[in-house]
């Protein structure tokens, strides 16, 4: 049985003072809510006070993002060695706005290209968390036109395969996938359920091909994509979902404690 998981996903929103209002607003809300597991991934810069605040609550603190090497002379990078020393239980990685893929948001002209994660990075990121222990969620996801042209499994399958290539199986039982089309980021544009349900299922299919079926049937498999109170129990509710990844309305305390509470 997998014990449900729901992320929120901060991004660039909160500066630490307001991340910490918010978070302070969210954990008197789901304070009683022990069967269900809960993350926020704050930027950086408001780790540590947002740390602070969870430290003995059940909510659990992600980053956004890491850099795989563990120091050196890499200006504006952050380490997952770095990470551990907050406490850091979870990380995203591979997220389509780092992969320069966006949804329903078009950056800014001349921004799209500072954002190139690719399959290697991604997988080089992963193996950087695991050895400090710190459970990478991948983000995996297909964009309109290659939803349009019948090409979903094959971009999530090749997006999978990749991020775990060369790591070794028994490292990965708390590893999470999100699969976000990203078509659906941002954009209010939520999967149909019972669509997302079927991607969810042959991506655990694609880990049971990668590792084997027991690590494919404890793995959490997330949707992200406009997730809002109002769509979250159908969601949560299919076989193959285990929870969801949540951007925009994981800013609002009250609206993100009932996403939660649909888990
Ligand atoms: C996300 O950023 O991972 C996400 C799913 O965003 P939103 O919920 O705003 O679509």
């Not at 590792?211 to 793995?219: G, I, P, Y």
């Amino acid at each position: 049985m997998r014990t449900k998981l729901v992320v929120g996903n901060w991004k660039m929103s909160p500066t630490s003072r307001e991340g910490a209002a918010l978070v302070e607003a969210f954990i008197k809300q789901v304070d009683y809510l022990w069967d269900v597991d809960i993350v926020v991934c704050p930027p950086y810069v408001a780790i540590p006070r947002v740390r602070e605040l969870v430290k003995d609550t059940q909510v659990k603190l992600g980053a956004q993002d890491v850099f795989w090497e563990d120091s050196g002379a890499f200006t504006g990078k952050v380490s997952a060695r770095m990470l551990s020393e907050f406490c850091c239980d979870y990380c995203i990685v591979g997220h389509s706005e780092a992969r320069g893929r966006f949804g329903g948001y078009e950056p800014p002209i001349g921004t799209r290209e500072y954002f190139s994660e690719t399959d290697e990075t991604v997988n080089r990121k992963i193996k950087a968390l695991l050895y400090y222990s710190i459970s990478p969620i991948l983000c995996v996801g297909e964009t309109k036109p290659e939803r349009s042209v019948g090409e979903t499994e094959k971009v999530v399958e090749r997006q999978v395969r990749g991020a775990l290539a060369g790591v070794d199986p028994s490292e990965l039982y708390t590893f999470v996938v999100a699969y976000e089309p990203v078509w659906a980021i941002g954009t209010g544009d939520t999967c149909d359920p019972g669509e997302a349900e079927r991607v969810c299922a042959f991506i655990r299919g694609v880990v049971a091909g990668v590792a084997d079926q027991d690590l494919a049937e404890s793995v959490r498999i997330l949707y992200g994509g406009s997730v809002k109170p109002e769509n979250a129990r159908e969601l949560f509710g299919q076989a193959n979902i285990d929870g969801g990844l949540v951007g925009g309305a994981s800013l609002d305390a009250d609206g993100f404690a009932r996403i939660v509470m649909s888990a």
